[in-house]
């Protein structure tokens, strides 16, 4: 595309982007400074309709991007907005606050994506169901009661109250959680034998009680098959965007908010590409959201994608910020799992 038309598209998809009203050669001539006439900037309009990039809403005087002129624009005008410091420093004191399980993680996830974006963020739980075991413990907590914590390899945390003999003592506890982790440390459900089992038995023969527990936990955790369960954050974010002010929008909006399994397979639908995807309108392959965007990656823990993240808006949604705040979340919450599986908390 010729530079002069490349510059009249980006006008209009950022003006549209900000004010959601159609763009005019006058707006663009007064407020771009492009150095030529409403004249000419007419005529490469008509030049950008003709091609398919723009078009005209109903019998406004003005145009909008269409779906080829906002992919051509992601695709060749987008510039990174990067976050601002006042936006990381808040992304990492979320973080950094105490947080006890990946439920925690993937709801405060959520959270930040609609915060920051002002669009419904989407975030697909992790898959645990092949997971082996990276570590036990349990830790006395006041007279009688203990917490049994699993920690899977994907950084799951299972945990549960447990009701404790008098008798034992907090070195009974250690020992316990010593010969868990070096019997069964690194195995999945599948690889741990019977004779295994018979063994950790023989060795903790005088904690048998406590031991049912813990072995029904750990099982509990090696064979949790999590179906696809997705957060959702900012649910109205979307409807309070001006295209969808419309009741019937809304109701559609709504229905598709309610269907989960359709919301996983559209956020699984940006494929199994590292890093960002942008899908525009019909990219998306649901009919009811073709005049919505999606901006998705995956996260990753040892580089074994775990679940995606994403962020569901109009078509005329801030791109460049979007794009900026998915790529930097995804990265932050893998690093974030990571820390967990290793025990460490920053």
């Excluded at 447990?162 to 506890?173: K, N, R, V």
């Excluded at 569901?312 to 998915?326: I, N």
């Excluded at 932050?332 to 599986?341: K, V």
Aim: hydrophobic residues 40%.
């Amino acid at each position: 595309m010729e530079d002069r038309k490349q510059k009249v598209l980006l006008a209009i998809v950022h003006d549209y982007i900000a004010t959601a009203e159609p763009v005019g050669s006058r707006t663009i001539a007064k407020k771009y400074k492009l150095g030529v006439s409403p004249a000419t900037i007419r005529n490469e309009m008509a030049d950008l309709e003709d091609q398919g990039f723009i078009e005209q809403p109903y019998t406004s005087a003005g145009r909008i991007p269409s779906e080829l002129g906002y992919r051509y624009y992601v695709d060749f005008l987008m510039r990174k907005q990067e976050l601002s410091k006042e936006e990381e420093e808040l992304i990492r004191r979320e973080y950094r606050a105490k947080v006890r399980d990946v439920g925690q993680v993937i709801h405060k996830t959520g959270l930040l994506l609609s915060q920051l974006t002002h669009y419904t963020a989407m975030v697909l739980t992790p898959r645990i169901g092949i997971s082996s075991l990276k570590h036990v413990q349990i830790v006395y907590m006041h007279q009688s009661r203990a917490m049994v914590i699993a920690v899977m390899d994907n950084g799951a945390v299972q945990h549960r109250m447990i009701e404790i003999p008098e008798s034992i003592t907090a070195l009974d506890m250690e020992t316990i959680s010593r010969v868990l982790n070096d019997k069964l440390q690194g195995l999945t459900m599948k690889s741990i034998k019977l004779n295994l089992i018979k063994e950790i038995y023989s060795e903790l023969a005088r904690h048998k009680n406590v031991l049912d527990i813990v072995m029904e936990l750990i099982q509990d955790s090696l064979t949790l098959e999590f179906e696809d369960k997705i957060y959702l954050g900012g649910v109205f974010n979307m409807l309070n965007q001006p295209e969808f002010h419309n009741v019937e929008k809304i109701k559609t909006m709504l229905s598709i908010m309610e269907q989960e399994k359709l919301l996983c397979d559209i956020l699984e639908g940006g494929g199994e590409d590292e890093g960002v995807t942008v899908r525009i309108g019909g990219e998306i392959d649901q009919w009811d959201m073709r005049e919505c965007s999606m901006i998705s990656a995956p996260y990753t823990v040892r580089g074994r994608k775990m679940g995606s993240l994403g962020v569901l808006g109009p078509t005329r949604m801030e791109y460049a910020k979007v794009v900026s705040v998915v790529d930097y979340l995804t990265k932050y919450l893998s690093r974030t799992l990571e820390r967990m599986i290793q025990g460490v908390r920053k």
